[in-house]
């Protein structure tokens, strides 16, 4: 199922190219009107999260990269437990800065390829490719005080899954989808980094290891769906 939606007058109908707004910079100046036609002053708090997406009839995803967007660009203030504070005025003359694709827009694209390619893993994986998937989910479970490491060897046990199948096109794809995390995914993934999360994701990529090693194809790809699932859950709950 699909999580970020936006109304058809904010969703794009092609990749944006260099003169044109991504979904959260079109969610953004609207928030930026909201601002201006209410005559907020600096300091003052924003309604909820859930108020403004009902106001601005977009999904809870979209606004929650539009309000990153927002305060990476020195706008708003984001008080975890407290809500969303006004910085400065807003001024029109001022783009909402670009930050790459949007954590959702990454996540759903992710959510189409990855469980296939865990399904082909599993059906042609060599012993040194299955290895090379083991070792990478090792680091990370090594890793987990190392924020870093960790985030590495994430990428690293993705991206040994894609190498596996054989098929250099679809890792290259998922490399470059990898690379498009940038601050907004950082920003948003921090708001929920827990000890908690941190196992699930473990235990998440332990059942994805177990299904490829036997060769379960289905199982490897209901495994990757559940994982990319749990994430956008994860991400998009208020």
């Known amino acids: 199922m699909e999580t970020n939606t936006t109304t058809a007058a904010l969703r794009p109908r092609h990749p944006p190219g260099p003169s044109e707004a991504r979904p959260y910079q079109l969610v953004a100046e609207r928030i930026r009107e909201l601002v201006q036609q209410t005559a907020l002053a600096p300091g003052a708090r924003l309604p909820s999260e859930r108020d403004l997406a009902t106001t601005l009839a977009v999904s809870r995803p979209s606004l929650r990269e539009a309000l990153i967007a927002l305060e990476l660009g020195g706008f708003i203030e984001v008080r975890h437990g407290s809500g969303v504070y006004l910085r400065a005025a807003p001024r029109a003359a001022v783009p909402v800065p670009e ?3 949007g954590p959702f827009e990454l996540l759903s694209a992710r ?3 990855e469980p296939e390619l865990a399904a082909m893993a599993a059906r042609s994986a060599t012993d040194a490719g299955i290895d090379a998937i083991m070792a990478a ?5 090594g890793r987990q005080d190392d ?5 590495q060897a994430d990428r690293d046990f993705h991206l040994a899954i894609a190498r596996a199948t054989g098929n250099s096109a679809l890792a290259g794809v998922l490399g470059y989808l990898w690379n498009q995390r940038g601050r907004l995914w950082h920003t948003l993934e ?8 941190r196992k699930a994701t473990l235990e998440d990529h332990r059942r994805i290891v177990q299904a490829i090693a036997t060769h379960d194809a289905a199982g490897a790809r209901n495994a990757m769906r559940a994982h990319l699932e749990r994430v956008t859950r994860t991400l998009s709950r208020g």
């Open 147 to 151: 924020k870093s490491s960790c985030e």
């Open 99 to 101: 930050a790459g694709p």
């Open 190 to 197: 921090q708001q929920f980094e827990t000890e908690e999360l």
């Open 137 to 141: 989910a090792a680091a990370m479970e």
């Open 111 to 113: 959510r189409l390829i």
